[in-house]
Each structure stands twice: as structure tokens, then as C-alpha cells.
């Protein structure tokens, strides 16, 4: 046997800014959260909860809570449906449907100047795709431009719960289909009572990791309404944004950036515990 | 049996008419970027009635466009090359050497991985600014070789390498790192394949750190340069010009995508544990 | 001279007790195999030889100098794994001399070693390949020439041909004893697989719950266990093992009573005793005024031979009879036992000499 305590130095490498760079900025910004901390003003306070209080008593906090969480119950469905229709028609394995599950993935791997840049000018009211068919600028719509962000993150990120579906799908053994057979099982019946039963952990996988995906939304938002019309699209990560980096209220924006954290943290324990027993076989 | 001649299906035509809609936005800003400007000032059709390659071609000669790639291109090699160094020599480690304090710092790593990057962003903008690093590559780099998700992938496939070949190559008198370089980097590389295609196709798109960080446009990545030409192009008349911008920008992940589409989608099912 | 020396060697995992002081000498040249059942401690065995695991207490001596020190490299010992360990990234002639490299063999040594183990084995057509495209045996004759090319003072194999198929096994198993009778060298061979034992070692040493049982040559311990442990180890189907009691002692010869049977032995034991009393099936036979009487429950037709399993009250017995032995389920029958072929085992399992 040989000495274990080389694993040190084969992990230190790592180790080091990893603990300078997600363990010491943790601890900081709970502590940036305690003070009132302009970075202008260089003003460093000790306030206590000063911060926390201040959230919960701020309607704009309140407002992008709201609007994270319309458009996180909108956009989850929304991908978790589509992403199971596109597996449940595309499984079979066709050279076309091959093709097909290419073109859906695709727009995964553009960033998100790229896929707002393309949405931005499809919608556009005068010159744009959609301005071709009807007559709205919907981007400038209070009812629409949730919708219309929506629509532009489905498009952007459908490959990924498709992937995970097809995935899922292929771990359903052929002779329980052959067996339906026998049995005179219909299409749909097979769909309801056996397909979509053994989907059930991959579902619920797949809710909660778009879950965690889509309440940190940002980038979309930024760059396709500003949070406008009148802070109808204003998110939290983007309310943060804002405080930091336009505001530089630096303690208030880390009290933010903590509750998001404790949010995530909840749901990414649940997908832990989630995606932990398959990963046992 | 001979071939059956069956019309085909309905449900065949309508997923192919879907996805000829999805591609649609792709499809058409491609015309656009082929057309001149002035002609997109009247009408933006979806077959181009000129064909032109002036927008790319001042890509070249005006923009900033090449700058930013290589700014995108040097710190996506970068994060992408670190990442598989550090996360292989750490899973190795997690998963094949007992040293003390293992199971803890492995916890605490695993426990990295549920941090949202928002979380942490604030102080880093604070370290950077007081170091006077804002700007650089390094700034761009070095919080991103942090991620615990290539650890945790590494220690996993590590962990699945039968321990009897490293028991041997303990035998055939090598040591840990000898063991480490010419048998198990070897035999992770499928792992390392999929880790450094995710890690390049994260670091390229990377949008809310650069943004915060590079804000002198010939230090902005490709991602926050075409970020910032958003919003202006509804009175630009270079509607064309922005389309070959996005299109040329978006190149080397289209390309990533075409060569390793089967690692990629086989990555994403994969990080199911599936 | 031994080649390899252990002395109270002790290995304890936290509180599980793998060995529980195991001393041997294997002699230079033995082809040594180590059996027991499942758990009994062979692997940590070998693994603590080639130093793969640190022992706990005690002392490992290979070719007479200290080893349980030495790192598993330094010890001159080379080890075969049950699924071979190959370098699946290395052709065949890598994989041979991976190991002579690390230790700064020169070039044209290391061709040379690599060329005459080739031919030993009969692999030169192999030595491009990688494992992944080779058979099992073939990968195994790779594993053997991985072990070959290191010259070592002592040869280690864990179970080499358990992943193979049952024709390849015996194959590979006169090969690797042509390979033994060749090279001449010392080997130590972990099976749990009695007849390979049988068939291979000039010295079978049985474990037992982190013990050595006993340490003879296969036939010493098939004719001489010393214990039941050992005397229904060796053997199949193993040896039957009665309890019986001493009825009547008369000088040299004794007379006891064993399912229902009386049987005599040609020792003097104290009347009263309390014994086991041992006969492997083929020295029983069918004979109608034999001792033993019982009902038929199974005939068990192997073809050359019948496996016949009689049972009187709640003791069983098993006797090998010819292949077309006449008898038939539920039938009642006598087998009679060859002369002198009883084991008699005192009451904690230790053998007291045959009768
Ligand atoms: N790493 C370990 N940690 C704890 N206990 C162990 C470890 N390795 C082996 N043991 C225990 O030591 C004992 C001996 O194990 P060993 O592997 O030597 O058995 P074996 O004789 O080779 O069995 P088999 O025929 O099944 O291979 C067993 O009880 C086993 O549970
Ligand atoms: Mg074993």
C-alpha cells in the first residue's frame, strides 16, 4: 500500500479556487448581505437583518418574485410538454427522425445574444417574421411579452428535456409493448398506461431541473424587454442585477442573491435525491 | 414479404412541418445576412431577391466581430483546458486515493454544485475590482475553473475503472501520477470528450459574468459583444449586417454541434445517471 | 531454500479479522494453491503478498528477504487477476512492457523478454493487438506474458480462470501447469475451484475463516485430513460425515454404532466415546448385506457414474455407484464400505487416524 496523502496534491489544484472562488465568495456575501454596503458611497454599515427586512418590506422585491414565478409556471409546463410530445413522436428510429431530433437540440447550444438577437428581429413590429402575419409589437405588450419570452426559451431550450425524455424512453423494455400487443392494447391506451407511467421519475426529474434552470432567468429578459414593458418582465436575477451593478447597493443586492441561493439550494437537494437511486443501479 | 407501399403517415408530415417552423427564425435571418441593407429597409423576405456577401465581408474590414472571437476563443480554450486538467487530477483523486479528509472535502464540493452563480458573483466583481483584474482574460478565466460539475463527473467515471488495472500498473512499479497519466487519462477519455465539449459550449455562451466584468468593448466576448448590439438594429440599417454578425458568431458551436452532436446529446441523457 | 516465508501473518479491516495468523513455507519451485470457501481470506492472502494490501502483524519473506515493507513493485513478485488487468489502451506488447519501462530496462532487453515470452506462450501474432480485440483465452495468455516478461522471483494468480469458459478453463489449466514444469519458478494460484487445486499444485494449502487448515500435497490431504473441515472440503461430492458412538472396545479393534449401523475400526477407543466417523462416496457400494440400509431419495446419473443418496432417520448418505446402477427412487438398499476406508474426526473435528 502507498501513501494516500499524495491524493492531497492531486486535488489541491482544484481545491484552491475552488475555495477561492465559490467557498470564500459564499461566506462574503452573507456578510456583504449584513451591511449596508454602497460601493459608492463606500459606506459599510453593520445593519444586521437591515437588509432582509428591507426585501421583505419592498414591493419592486415582491413584483420580480411575481414575475419570476409566472414565468417559471409558464415556461416549465411549457417545456416539459413539448420536450415530452417531441420524444414521445420523434423515438422511433427513423434516419428522418434522427435528422428531425438534431434540428430541436440545435438551438441549444447558441447562446443567449444569439437567441434573442434572432427572437428580437422575428418579432420586430415592422420589419420582423411574425409582423409578416399579424399586426402587434409584442415585446412592448403587457400581456404578450411574458408569452413572447416564453415562447423564446422554449424554442432556445426544448433539446434539453427532449433528450432527457428519449432518454427515458429508451429505458422502457420492448417486451412490455410487445406484451400490450398481445393484450390488444390501443395506441392511446398503451400511451396512458404504460408509456407515460414509466416516464413518471423521469418527469419529475426533468420538472425540477428546468425549475432550477428557468426561476434563474435573466439573459432573455435583459436583453429582449429590459424588465419592461412597466416592470411587467422584471425578474429577480434581473431585480439583482439592477441593485448591484446599477443601484450598487451591494448589501441589499447579496441579501437577494442569498435567498435565490437558499431557493436553489432547496430545489437542487430534491434533484440530488431525485436523480441519487438510478444512479445506485 | 415484399415491401409494403405505404402512404406516409400523417404524423410523419406534420413533426417534419414542425420542425421546418422551428428552423424558420434560422432559415430566415440566414436570407437576411445574404441580402444588402438598403433592399432589407423595403422588405425582408424569406427568399432573398439579391444575394450579396458585403455583410461578411465588412465583418472583416469594420467590426469588432474578429476581435471578440479571439477574446471568446482564447478564454473558452482556456476554462475548457483547465477544467480537464483540474477535474480529472481531482476525481482521480476522490475516487481512487483514500487521503485524509477525503469523504468531507468531497462533500463540500458536491455541495459547491448547487451554488447558483448569481450567489456568487457580487463578491467576485468586489475581488476583481479591488486586484484591478476587471478586463483581462484572467478575470474571465479563473472563476470558472471552479465549477464543481467536471469533479463530480470525473470521480464518477473514475470510480467505474476496475481498481485490478490500477493494482496491476502498482505491480509494473508505477506511482500515483504515472499511474494517473499514462493509464487513467487514457482510458477517460470519453469522459473527457463530453466534459470539454460542455465546458466550451458553457464557457463560449457564458453571459452574466462576462457582462459584469468585461466592460471595455475590445475585452467583451463574442457572446457580450453581439449583447450589445442588440436593441439598436430596429434603427440601424443594418439589419443584414447584424444577421451575418449572429450567423458568424454562432459558427464555431454550429460546427462543435455538427461534429459532435451524437457526445452532446449522449452527455445531456447522460448526466441523468440514465 | 523457501521462496516464500510467512510468519503469523495477521490483516484485520477495521474490526473484521480477514487472517488471523497465517504462517507457511512454500518451497522454491512449488506450485502452491490456496483454497476455502468463499470469504475465508485467499485474495487478502495473495493480496498482502504481492503487497497490494499492508498486513497488520507478522512477517512476509520472498526468496529470504523482508517484503512486507517493500512496495508491491520492489517485492520481485508478478500477479495474473481473475479479469486480467489489462491496459485496454495498450497493445499486447505495451501492455508486456509498461512495467519493464517504469523500472529503466533497457531497449533491447526488454524486446528480448518481450520475444521469448511471446514464444512461450505462442502470442507473437498478438503483440499488435489491443485486449479489446482478442478472446478471453488470448487475453489471459497476454496477463500470463505481463507476469512472464518480469522474470519474477514468485508468480501470483487470483482466481486467472474463473472468467473463462469451462472448455477454455481446461485448457488453460494444463497450459499454465506446462508453464510451471517450463519455467520452474515458484507460484502461488488462489481457487476456489478444488478440482483445479487438485489438478495443478504440488501443495494445496486450505484457509478457513482466516486460517490455514492444513498444508500437504492434494493427495496427502485427500487420503490424511486433518480435520472435517478439510475432509469435506477436498473431494466431490464431499466426504459423508456421521456422529457416532463407541459400543464395544476390544483390544486393537473398536465397534461403534453410525445410522443405525455397526461398524468395526482397528483401534482401541474408550467405550462410550463420541465420535464422527467419515467415508467418501466412492468407498461405499452397493452390497446387500452392508451395514448401511436406507431408503433411495435421489439417483443422481452422471453417466460414467450414479450418485445414489440413501437416508436412514435424519442422516444421509451418499454413494458413488456405477453409471447403470438398478435402483430406483424410494427403493430401500444396503452400501457396504471398502475396507479401512473410515476417517474418524474426535469430537471438535480433529481426525484420530483412519480404521
Ligand atoms: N476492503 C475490505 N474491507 C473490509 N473487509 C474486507 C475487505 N476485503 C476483504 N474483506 C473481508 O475479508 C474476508 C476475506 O476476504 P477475501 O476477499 O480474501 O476472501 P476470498 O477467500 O478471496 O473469497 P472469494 O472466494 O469469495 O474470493 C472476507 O470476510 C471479506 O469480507
Ligand atoms: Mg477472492
Known amino acids: ?281 | 414479404m415484399g415491401k409494403k407501399l405505404r402512404p406516409v403517415p400523417v404524423e410523419v408530415i406534420a413533426i417534419t412541418l414542425v420542425a421546418v417552423l422551428w428552423m424558420l427564425p434560422m432559415l430566415w435571418i440566414t436570407a437576411l445576412s445574404l441580402q444588402p441593407n438598403r433592399a432589407l429597409l423595403r422588405a425582408t423576405p424569406l427568399i432573398p431577391t439579391q444575394v450579396t456577401g458585403e455583410n461578411y465581408a465588412r465583418l472583416f474590414a469594420v467590426s469588432e466581430v474578429p476581435r471578440w472571437l479571439l477574446n471568446s476563443a482564447i478564454v473558452a480554450l482556456a476554462i475548457t483546458l483547465l477544467t480537464l486538467i483540474l477535474s480529472s487530477l481531482a476525481g482521480y483523486a476522490f475516487a481512487r486515493i483514500a487521503f485524509p479528509g477525503r469523504k468531507a472535502v468531497f462533500a463540500l464540493v458536491m455541495a459547491g454544485m448547487m451554488i447558483p452563480e448569481q450567489a456568487l458573483l457580487l463578491p467576485w466583481h468586489e475581488m476583481f475590482a479591488s486586484t484591478h483584474l476587471h478586463n483581462t482574460h484572467a478575470a474571465l478565466v479563473l472563476p470558472r475553473i471552479s465549477g464543481a460539475f467536471g469533479v463530480f463527473l470525473m470521480t464518477q467515471f473514475f470510480k467505474g475503472i476496475p481498481r485490478e488495472i490500477e493494482e496491476a500498473a502498482e505491480l509494473d512499479n508505477a506511482g500515483r501520477f504515472r499511474t494517473f497519466i499514462t493509464i487513467m487519462l487514457p482510458l477517460a477519455r470519453p469522459a473527457l470528450t463530453t466534459l470539454g465539449i460542455f465546458t466550451f459550449l458553457g464557457a463560449w455562451n457564458d453571459f452574466f459574468w462576462p457582462m459584469v466584468s468585461a466592460t471595455r468593448t475590445e475585452m467583451y466576448t463574442i457572446t457580450i459583444g453581439l449583447a450589445s448590439l442588440q436593441g439598436n438594429f430596429a434603427q440601424s440599417e443594418g439589419l443584414g449586417f447584424l444577421m451575418a454578425t449572429v450567423i458568424f458568431a454562432s459558427l464555431p458551436v454550429i460546427v462543435l454541434y455538427v461534429i459532435f452532436q451524437r457526445h452532446i446529446v449522449r452527455g445531456v441523457a447522460g448526466g441523468l445517471g440514465a | 531454500m523457501a521462496d516464500l516465508v510467512l510468519t503469523d501473518v495477521e490483516k484485520h479491516y477495521g474490526d473484521v479479522a480477514a487472517l488471523r495468523g497465517v504462517s507457511l513455507d512454500v518451497e522454491s519451485g512449488d506450485f502452491v494453491a490456496f483454497v476455502g470457501p468463499s470469504g475465508c481470506g485467499k485474495s487478502t492472502l495473495l493480496r498482502s503478498i504481492a503487497g497490494l494490501e499492508s498486513i497488520t502483524s507478522g512477517e512476509i519473506r520472498i526468496g529470504g528477504e523482508r517484503a512486507d515493507l517493500k512496495a508491491p513493485g520492489d517485492r520481485g513478485v508478478a500477479m495474473v487477476f481473475q479479469a486480467f488487468a489489462l491496459y485496454p489502451h495498450m497493445t499486447a506488447r505495451e501492455n508486456l512492457a509498461f512495467g519493464l519501462r517504469n523500472i529503466g530496462l533497457p531497449k533491447d532487453e526488454i524486446a528480448r523478454r518481450i520475444g521469448e515470452a511471446a514464444r512461450i506462450l505462442k502470442i507473437e501474432p498478438l503483440l499488435e493487438r489491443r485486449p479489446g480485440a482478442m478472446s478471453g483465452g488470448q487475453r489471459q495468455r497476454i496477463a500470463i506474458g505481463r507476469a512472464i516478461v518480469k522474470e519474477p522471483k514468485l508468480f501470483l494468480f487470483d482466481e486467472p480462470l474463473s472468467s473463462l469458459d469451462a472448455a477454455l478453463r481446461v485448457e488453460m489449466r494444463s497450459e499454465i501447469v506446462r508453464l510451471h514444469q517450463r519455467l520452474g519458478s515458484t507460484m502461488v494460484y488462489v481457487t476456489h475451484d478444488q478440482v483445479e487445486a487438485m489438478t495443478m499444485a504440488t501443495h494445496i494449502v486450505v484457509l478457513n475463516a482466516g486460517r490455514v487448515e492444513q498444508v500437504g500435497t492434494p493427495l496427502e490431504l485427500y487420503r490424511s485430513p486433518c480435520n472435517v473441515f478439510v475432509a469435506r472440503f477436498l473431494g466431490s461430492p464431499p466426504m459423508n460425515v456421521l456422529p457416532a458412538e463407541v459400543e464395544k472396545n476390544g483390544g486393537a479393534r473398536a465397534e461403534l454404532r453410525a445410522a443405525d449401523a455397526t461398524i468395526a475400526v482397528d483401534r482401541a477407543i474408550p467405550v462410550g466415546t463420541r465420535l464422527f466417523v467419515g467415508v467418501r462416496p466412492e468407498d461405499l457400494h452397493l452390497a446387500d448385506d452392508g451395514p448401511f440400509r436406507g431408503e433411495v431419495q435421489v439417483v443422481e446419473r452422471l453417466g460414467h457414474r450414479s450418485l445414489v443418496h440413501l437416508s436412514r432417520g435424519d442422516q444421509t448418505l451418499v454413494a458413488e455407484c456405477p453409471g447403470d446402477v438398478p435402483v430406483h427412487v424410494g427403493e430401500q438398499i444396503a452400501v457396504a464400505p471398502r475396507e479401512r476406508s473410515f476417517h474418524l474426526f474426535d469430537e471438535a473435528g480433529l481426525a484420530i487416524g483412519g480404521g
Open chain 1, 1 to 281: 500500500m502507498r501513501s494516500n496523502r499524495i491524493g492531497l496534491l492531486f486535488v489541491a489544484p482544484f481545491l484552491l479556487p475552488f475555495l477561492i472562488f465559490v467557498v470564500y465568495p459564499l461566506l462574503r456575501s452573507v456578510w456583504f448581505s449584513l451591511h449596508k454596503w454602497d460601493l459608492l458611497g463606500t459606506e459599510k454599515a453593520f445593519v444586521g437583518v437591515g437588509n432582509y427586512r428591507l426585501l421583505a418590506a419592498d414591493p419592486f422585491f415582491w413584483s420580480a418574485l411575481r414575475n419570476t414565478l409566472l414565468f417559471t409556471f409558464m415556461a416549465v409546463p411549457a417545456l416539459v410538454i413539448t420536450g415530452l410530445a417531441l420524444a414521445l413522436v420523434l423515438e422511433r428510429p427513423l434516419r428522418l427522425y434522427a435528422g428531425l431530433r438534431a434540428v430541436f437540440f440545435a438551438s441549444s447550444v447558441f447562446s443567449v445574444s444569439v437567441v434573442t438577437l434572432i427572437w428580437q428581429v422575428v418579432l420586430d413590429p415592422r420589419r420582423g417574421l411574425l409582423a409578416k402575419a399579424v399586426e402587434v409589437d409584442v415585446l412592448s405588450n403587457r400581456w404578450l411579452a411574458m408569452p413572447a419570452i416564453v415562447v423564446t426559451t422554449v424554442w432556445w431550450g426544448v433539446g434539453f428535456p427532449m433528450v432527457l425524455f428519449l432518454a427515458g424512453l429508451q429505458q422502457i423494455p420492448r417486451a412490455v409493448y410487445e406484451a400490450a400487443q398481445l393484450d390488444h392494447a390501443s395506441r392511446w391506451a398503451v400511451l396512458r398506461r404504460i408509456t407515460l407511467p414509466a416516464l413518471a421519475r423521469t418527469t419529475l426529474l426533468v420538472v425540477v431541473m428546468e425549475f432550477i434552470m428557468q426561476f434563474q432567468i435573466f439573459g432573455q429578459v435583459l436583453l429582449l424587454t429590459g424588465g419592461g414593458p412597466s416592470s411587467s418582465t422584471r425578474v429577480l436575477v434581473m431585480y439583482l442585477y439592477e441593485s448591484a451593478f446599477r443601484d450598487w447597493q451591494l448589501g441589499y443586492a447579496s441579501a437577494v442573491a442569498n435567498l435565490l441561493f437558499i431557493a436553489m439550494a432547496v430545489a437542487s437537494f430534491f434533484q440530488l435525491r431525485l436523480g441519487a437511486p438510478r444512479e445506485a443501479t
